[in-house]
């Protein structure tokens, strides 16, 4: 059975939807919205800012590193749907119970509760759905379904600052971790499908030989399984991860402080997660813009120019004191953002395929999440030392300018050639 009707809506748009919200809660409110939580977690229970980004820091040592590959392995075998619908549990509860902490061992246990939810109802398996849902148009959906982490991350700040200006931060915790339940669980549970196979679909809504066809002509190989192993011994694995890890790092560093550090040259508590939800706004177009340009350009290429100008970018912070400055910032770099996560799986499949993809991706996101985590960490380490982020932003903006580089060094045809021999070790 393929989509006979030809204009009914192919249901991969609705997938792209539960993509949407999952990434809206569990990555933009969770990722982005979180900062907003620090300055009172700082004056209520006495935490450094090392501290606060610590147990962020080792929830990704311990819970991604335990579960990275076992989701991957999950997905690939069982679909992303049973994955997610564990995840959401994961996500939600840790944030209610945040509502009644007390003490440091606390936060750090429900951290890593929250990490491994995170995991498993994150990019991972939406970056797989929307692969399996779709072919020729994968740029432009997977630029739509990370508007739900940009979206998420422009509401976030706005929300939970005012939560807890009208109530106090624990009713906050409370109110977010209710609300993720309440609207992931059932979009999961009856809208997510793991693949169009499962209702008699195509990728693209396309009749199941004219896919078929198309998969062939293009230059991400679907057609051709990765082998793992040959996968990850290659340059074009190390490349990514060494990238994704640098930037992304860089990134991280720049969402989880760029509050303190607005606090710091003299924000209020009120203009400073303004101007961080503007650098998210800025991020929403940028995400559009990539998956078009992902559509029609070497996507390696784009990943790569994207990530220079995060990098570029990081400096302007040094006279951020000046609101023209602040605020030109957030639109240069949330605007680059656009490519962070989305182009990841784009260049992955690009390189090795789809059958193994989830596999791979759940060690691209291992290694690239702690770096997401240890730039943050360190530049609180930084902080509590010195009172200063000035090290701190040379460091982030080496670190994006290099990352950017190794991306470019990418070479989808060097990756080609690994599929081939995969398919040909197996035909042996």
């Not at 935490?47 to 690939?76: E, K, N, P, S, Y």
């Not at 860089?250 to 924000?267: M, P, S, W």
Request: glycine share 12%; with cysteine.
């Amino acid at each position: 059975m393929t989509n006979a009707n030809p204009d009914r809506i192919f249901y991969g748009w609705w997938i792209v939807v539960a993509a949407f919200l999952n990434l809206f809660f569990s990555v933009g409110i969770i990722y982005y919205g979180f900062p907003v939580f620090y300055p009172s977690l700082v004056q209520s229970l006495g935490f450094t800012r090392a501290q606060l980004i610590q147990g962020f820091f080792i929830g990704f040592a311990v819970a991604a590193l335990l579960l990275g590959v076992l989701a991957g392995v999950m997905i690939d075998r069982w679909g992303a749907r049973p994955v997610i619908l564990v995840g959401i549990w994961l996500v939600g509860l840790p944030l209610i119970l945040m509502g009644l902490m007390t003490r440091l061992w606390h936060y750090y246990v429900l951290c890593i509760v929250e990490v491994a939810g995170y995991v498993l109802t994150g990019p991972i398996p939406n970056q797989v759905l929307i692969s399996n849902w779709f072919r020729a148009k994968r740029g432009r959906a997977m630029g739509y379904s990370y508007l739900g982490l940009g979206v998420g991350g422009v509401a976030s700040p706005l929300l939970i600052n005012g939560l807890i200006t009208r109530y106090d931060w624990r009713r906050a915790f409370e109110v977010i971790g209710a609300l993720i339940l309440v609207v992931l669980f059932p979009v999961a549970q009856w809208v997510t499908r793991s693949t169009p196979e499962e209702m008699g679909l195509s990728p693209d809504g396309a009749p199941a030989a004219s896919s078929q066809d198309r998969g062939e002509a293009l230059p991400t190989q679907d057609a051709q399984s990765a082998d793992v192993r040959r996968a990850v011994r290659s340059l074009n694995f190390w490349l990514i991860l060494i990238g994704c890890t640098l930037t992304i790092g860089a990134i991280g560093t720049v969402i989880q402080h760029f509050i303190l550090f607005l606090r710091d040259v003299g924000y209020t508590t009120s203009t400073a997660p303004r101007i961080s939800s503007g650098l998210l706004v800025a991020s929403l177009a940028g995400r559009v813009i990539v998956g078009y340009i992902a559509d029609r350009y070497r996507r390696k290429n784009v990943m790569a120019l994207f990530y220079l100008v995060l990098g570029l970018a990081i400096p302007v912070l040094f006279v951020a004191g000046r609101p023209a400055a602040a605020w030109g910032f957030a639109a240069v770099f949330g605007f680059a953002m656009g490519a962070d996560y989305m182009l990841i799986p784009l260049v992955t499949a690009e390189c090795f395929g789809l059958e193994a993809l989830g596999k791979l991706l759940a060690l691209l996101i291992m290694g690239y999440s702690l770096g997401q985590w240890f730039g943050p960490w360190l530049a609180g380490r930084i902080y509590d030392s010195t009172h200063s982020y000035h090290s701190v932003w040379l460091i982030m903006a080496a670190a994006g300018i290099i990352g950017g580089a190794t991306i470019y060094a990418v070479s989808p045809e060097r990756g080609a050639a690994t599929l081939a021999g995969a398919k040909t070790e197996r035909k042996k």
